[in-house]
Each structure stands twice: as C-alpha cells, then as structure tokens.
C-alpha cells in the first residue's frame, strides 16, 4: 500500500501571501497525484491532477508540481476562500490520501 | 446532472454488519471506476475501496480487507459495500464517488454516517 505524506500538518499564511504545501509518496507514483481541497461540512473539491494540471474552472493561482515521489502545491496569492484543508491523493495504484494540510490564516 | 446519493448508514453494535448503497444518475454509470471513501468527522480521508467499470477488478484498503465487499449493479446503477465484522474505528462518514475519466474522483455524493458503538 502506498504511503502519502503530507507536510506541514498546519500551515499558517496571511492573505496575499504565498502557501506552499507538500506531499510525498513511499514509492513512485509518476505523475498520478491529484489535489483536493475540502471546507468544512462539504465534500473535498479536485484542484489539481496528473501532478500540475489545473481542474476546470480552478483559478490559476493553484499550481502543482512534481513528479514520481515528491509533489508540491503552491497558491500564489492567497484569498480569503483558499483557506481550508487540502489533501494528496496518488492514483497510480487505487487510490491512497494524505492526511492533510490545514492552511489557516496567520 | 451527476448525482451520488448514499444510504444505509446508522448506528450498529461493533461485530455486526451493515450494507451501504450508493444510487447513481446523471452519467451513463457502467463506463466509469467507483470508490467508496471515508472521513472521520475533523480527521482525512481515506480511501476504502474501489470497483472497475465492469465487474472487474476491485482493491481495497489493508484496514477492511477482508472484512468489506464492494459490489455494484449496473442495471440499477448503484455500488455497494457491505461491512461486516465492524468495529469502532469503522466509525466515519463514507461517500460514495465517481471517478473520472483522468483517474481521480470527480463526483462526490454527500455522504452517509456510520456509528459503530455498543
């Protein structure tokens, strides 16, 4: 079973500012690694896939980068909606998570 | 309109059984994987089984195996799991989703709530 890490656990950012959170996996993954964000009380929402493409209608401050076992997402400048929980998920085998990264507001 | 709609959750007694369903609509169901994905109130999600668009393949987390079946019903469009054996830390609300045609989950239903306690 393969493993995601994510890091921080929580990341505190002001508004405007850059957030840039990671993921690992114990073993390769190519590029088959997706970013979701989930607010509470709702289902998580696909902001990214295959490591750095954008999902439809995605602003284009979300950015993805990485490939095989170390991944990034990066939001350039963040907004008042951005912070929430975010969550990578590898799909070269099913499917595991990460156990999150909290972006909170500083 | 994709839609997702769980049911069958609820409280059970630890080392009893409980069968989730998931009704589908909105998209021709028998072309596409699905998955069934838990999330302990406040904790992450995890991923607890998948069945390929035919009555194929299926995968699931080392936590349920052998104690979960994934199934579904194309006639009917709906997926299934059936939990047996459960146990307290089965307690989470499970969704239901659809994935897409690039590999990741691109519908969630809203999720069922399953309490396992005595």
């Known amino acids: 079973e393969i493993v995601m890490t994510q890091s921080p656990a929580t990341l505190s950012v002001s508004p405007g500012e850059r957030a840039t959170l990671s993921c690992r996996a114990s073993?390769?993954?190519?590029?088959?690694l997706a970013w979701y964000q989930q607010k509470p009380g709702q289902a998580p929402r696909l902001l990214i896939y295959?490591?750095?493409t954008r999902a439809t209608g995605i602003p284009a401050r979300f950015s993805g980068s990485g490939s095989g076992t170390e991944f990034t997402l990066t939001i350039s400048s963040l907004q008042s909606e951005d912070f929430a929980v975010y969550y990578c998920?590898?799909?070269?085998?099913?499917?595991?998570f990460g156990q999150g990264t909290k972006l909170e507001i500083k | 309109e994709v839609q997702l709609v769980e049911s069958g959750g609820g409280l059970v007694q630890p080392g009893r059984s409980l069968r989730l369903s998931c009704a589908a609509s909105g998209f021709t169901f028998d072309d596409y994987a699905m998955h069934w994905v838990r999330q302990i109130p406040g904790k992450a999600l995890e991923w607890v089984s998948g069945?390929?668009?035919?009555?194929?393949?299926?995968a699931y987390a080392d936590s349920v195996k052998g104690r979960f079946t994934i199934s579904r019903d194309n006639a009917k469009n709906s997926l299934y799991l059936q939990m047996n054996s459960l146990r307290a830390e089965d307690t989470a609300l499970y969704y239901c989703?659809?994935?897409?045609?690039?590999?990741?989950?691109?519908?969630w239903g809203q999720g069922t709530l399953v309490t396992v306690s005595s």
């Open positions: 989703a659809k994935e897409g045609r690039v590999g990741v989950v691109s519908y």
């Open positions: 073993q390769s993954v190519s590029s088959n």
């Open positions: 069945i390929s668009w035919s009555y194929g393949p299926t």
């Open positions: 998920q590898q799909y070269n085998n099913w499917y595991t």
């Open positions: 295959g490591a750095s």
